[in-house]
């Protein structure tokens, strides 16, 4: 079974830094993709940012960007020049047939 | 843009009630999903339904049932509601599975007492 890790429950930045959030997976499966959703304080979970595996160019999205280690299975997403509506629940998930979620970094953005 | 509307933010059912989640979305997606979130363990599937009157399990069924009569409605059912079910209920859809986009709706907090 596909399993999804987030090692870090919170982070947090002070604004205008660089943070990076750490996620690795186990899947035995070669197609499948890569996503780091946001979930605002009482907003709706968002897309942030996607990746096909078999792409080895890493993903970007204005301020954020991935670093896709295949082979590590590793995923974690970057946010330059944080702000402070970068504060939220990150949830990076495994996709294929359908989705399977790691527990979440909350990050907090310092004035 | 896609909406997805869920029928309560918040809910407070007591222990045996027969309780019903209700999701819509607007755009024609073929897929649905029932996920329940809770602290440190994340997003968890519950079902999923592909197509109109079809459903699979997901990770965690058990004590759930879903209905899904028409493609833009797709209910979750407590047969009989437990404290253990307490949690925040969210549903997504997207046109694709898996590989796709998911635009989930605003939740509902589920109190069970």
């Known amino acids: 079974a596909q399993t999804v890790t987030q090692s870090q429950p919170e982070m947090s930045v002070q604004e205008a830094e660089t943070v990076t959030l750490s996620c690795t997976y186990d899947?035995?499966?070669?197609?499948?993709?890569l996503f780091w959703y946001k979930q605002p304080p009482s907003r709706q979970m968002i897309l942030v940012i996607r990746?096909?595996?078999?792409?080895?160019q890493n993903a970007t999205e204005n301020r954020f960007s991935v670093n896709f280690q295949k082979a590590a299975k590793s995923f974690s997403l970057k946010i330059s020049d944080s702000q402070l509506g970068d504060a939220a629940m990150y949830f990076c998930a495994w996709g294929a047939q359908k989705l399977v979620f790691g527990q979440g970094t909350r990050l907090t953005i310092n004035p | 843009d896609v909406k997805v509307t869920q029928s309560s933010r918040y809910l407070v059912k007591r222990t045996g009630e027969k309780v019903f989640l209700e999701c819509v979305q607007d755009m024609d997606h073929e897929n649905m999903f029932w996920y329940r979130q809770d602290p440190g363990l994340g997003l968890r599937l519950i079902y999923f339904?592909?197509?109109?009157?079809?459903?699979e399990k997901g990770d965690i069924p058990e004590g759930y049932s879903v209905s899904r009569e028409k493609k833009e409605r797709f209910s979750l059912i407590l047969e009989s509601a437990s404290t253990n079910q307490t949690s925040m209920y969210l549903c997504?859809?997207?046109?694709?599975?898996?590989?796709?986009?998911?635009?989930f709706g605003p939740g509902t907090r589920l109190t069970v007492t």
């Open positions: 990746q096909e595996a078999y792409k080895q």
């Open positions: 997504a859809s997207s046109f694709l599975r898996g590989r796709d986009e998911q635009y």
């Open positions: 339904s592909y197509d109109v009157k079809m459903k």
């Open positions: 899947t035995s499966e070669s197609d499948y993709y």
